[in-house]
């Protein structure tokens, strides 16, 4: 029998359907019976609803998971199904009905079905390249891609709703791997078209796509599970007796600062507002300071072989000219000498989407600050960086930023 569900999961080593049922759950698992029920989305019982059974764990986002079909049933009339399954509890199950699908876990005695979402766009396949097949977290089959040439396609599939890592298979002379292309909070129904461009030199860091709002690099410098790690924070001169601020209120506790275009999709968007110089105790004044940033991970990162940040972003209207940020790199080099003058670049925010690419070179400590005066360099502490910062250059900025990626090093080479 072939297993090629809507719904199911993907793994690293996984994009394939599996094509014959495994039952029973070994000598040191044996089986039990396990029942459930599926409902329609609106409450009423789903019948003849054909459901899976997969070992393993149901991870749709991280696609940490790994499993094999187990058995296959139709719910009856009463949206019941029963299937003997592992009584070890290592196994979900998936349900299909014409539009609609859902997931039910151990310990789960309903499930109500939700309308499916539609995923389309197209990918660029870069030179010297294969891109072997495209998948989403949560998804037991590679997206069905239509290649015009050699270097470009188009997709359109039916997904479960929701937050989904999309992944690329790829191989090259030499090798090959399974790489995080984009993230994307899927809703019911379309979905504005995505464009991939898996590329083995460009890992990202952050995406307003993501789901929740935390570095790209959970689960891979981070645990998977912990929602908390790689969160963003906003750094203000209100602890120095400042009067900055940064809008709107409650971020990053609140996906406040998350704003929705039609041709650019999710994207974030921050108004910072210096407040007047702060005077200090020796009789010297400070430079108010307004920012949001956001670690990267829990240990310094080696970017010995990153070429640069690659950052889509635009600017405020009405305030070309005047509306700077500076993008921050913070290091553990940088920390010991405990003077919080961290690498930075002054980029010039566009009037209009578009991407800017910064070399890693352009990043230098703050004119006159005490790494500048003992003559640090990028060489200096391009192995311990571990936050990303963007602070207002102006007393009135907006950004609004879509995504960050590092180019020339993958996540492994860390």
Not at 41 to 61: F, Y
Not at 83 to 95: D, K, Q, R
Not at 148 to 153: C, E, I, N, R, W
Not at 159 to 164: D, F, I, N, Y
Request: net charge neutral.
């Amino acid at each position: 029998m072939r297993f090629c569900g809507v719904v199911a999961f993907a793994a690293f080593a996984f994009v394939g359907c599996m094509e014959e049922k495994v039952s029973g759950g070994g000598s040191d698992q044996p089986n039990k019976v396990h029942a459930g029920r599926i409902l329609t989305d609106n409450g009423k019982a789903a019948a003849n609803a054909q459901v899976i059974a997969w070992s393993g764990t149901w991870d749709p986002v991280y696609s940490k998971a790994s499993g094999t079909p187990l058995d296959t049933t139709h719910t009856d009339t009463a949206g019941r199904w029963s299937l003997e399954l592992p009584g070890s509890n290592a196994w979900f199950v998936t349900a299909n009905s014409p539009g609609y699908a859902t997931v039910s876990l151990p310990g789960q005695t309903e499930a109500r079905m939700s309308p499916e979402a539609v995923l389309k766009g197209i990918v660029h396949r870069p030179k010297g390249l294969v891109v072997e097949s495209i998948w989403l977290g949560g998804s037991c089959e590679p997206v069905k891609v239509d290649w015009y040439d050699d270097s470009t396609g188009s997709f359109s599939q039916r997904v479960v709703p929701g937050a989904r890592r999309i992944w690329a298979k790829v191989r090259w002379d030499g090798g090959s791997d399974s790489i995080l292309v984009a993230e994307r909070d899927l809703a019911p129904g379309d979905n504005p078209a995505i464009l991939l461009l898996p590329d083995t030199g460009s890992t990202l860091l952050l995406s307003a796509d993501a789901t929740p709002i935390r570095s790209a690099l959970r689960g891979i410098h981070y645990d998977s599970r912990n929602l908390d790690a790689g969160k963003w924070f906003a750094t203000l001169d209100a602890a120095k007796g400042g009067s900055s601020s940064i809008l709107p209120a409650g971020f990053p506790d609140l996906d406040s600062a998350i704003k929705l275009h039609g041709s650019v999709g999710r994207y974030f968007e921050w108004r910072f507002q210096w407040g007047a110089s702060i005077p200090l105790d020796n009789g010297t004044t400070m430079q108010p300071y307004a920012g949001v940033g956001m670690r990267l991970s829990t240990r310094d990162l080696d970017w010995s072989n990153v070429r640069g940040l690659r950052i889509w972003c635009n600017g405020g209207d009405g305030l070309a000219g005047k509306n700077n940020v500076w993008v921050q790199l913070n290091s553990t080099e940088i920390d010991k000498l405990g003077s919080g003058e961290q690498f930075r670049f002054k980029l010039s925010l566009p009037s209009g989407w578009s991407v800017q690419n910064i070399p890693v070179e352009a990043f230098a400590p703050p004119s006159g600050s005490k790494p500048e005066k003992l003559g640090y360099d990028w060489n200096r502490i391009k192995r311990s960086i571990h936050d990303i910062v963007f602070y207002a250059a102006d007393s009135q900025t907006v950004l609004q930023l879509k995504e960050v990626r590092v180019l020339g090093s993958r996540p492994k080479d860390w």
